[in-house]
């Protein structure tokens, strides 16, 4: 599974921004598609996630203010962020939880990261 990120950049606090996430795959089923980030020096977490049942996880810390959405036909994830804060600077990160149908088995594929800076 290839993943392409693309709408980082930089935003003033209390802006917006989209981040878009196409995944191209072939013997591949996608399971779920979502976002992380990973601020300098902290671990890679969680920003939101959607099943293939169309559920989406959020973090606590963004919760009402990023708005995941996927749209299966093309299989694109976005994010949609509002209400940016300077603690939201970070690298995000395209994530898929993929199975390989022809050993049946499930792995995680990375996006390469855009960069989501917020000036206070």
């Known amino acids: 599974v290839q993943l392409q990120a693309s709408g980082g950049g ?17 013997s591949f ?7 992380y980030r990973q601020a300098p020096g ?4 969680l920003v939101a996630d959607i099943t ?8 606590d810390s963004v ?6 959405s996927r749209d299966g036909a093309k299989n694109t994830v976005y994010l949609q962020m ?5 603690e939201d600077t970070a690298v995000y990160f395209c994530h898929a939880r993929a199975m390989e149908m022809t050993t049946m088995t499930f792995n995680d594929y990375w ?10």
């Open 10 to 26: 930089l935003v003033q606090a209390g802006g917006s921004l989209r981040l878009s996430c196409a995944a191209s795959e072939s």
């Open 29 to 35: 089923i996608i399971s779920s598609l979502g976002w």
């Open 42 to 45: 902290e671990e890679r977490e």
């Open 52 to 59: 293939a049942g169309r559920n989406t996880v959020y973090a």
């Open 63 to 68: 919760k009402g203010r990023f708005t995941a």
């Open 82 to 86: 509002n209400s940016l804060k300077p």
């Open 111 to 120: 996006g390469q990261g855009t960069q989501v800076t917020v000036s206070s």
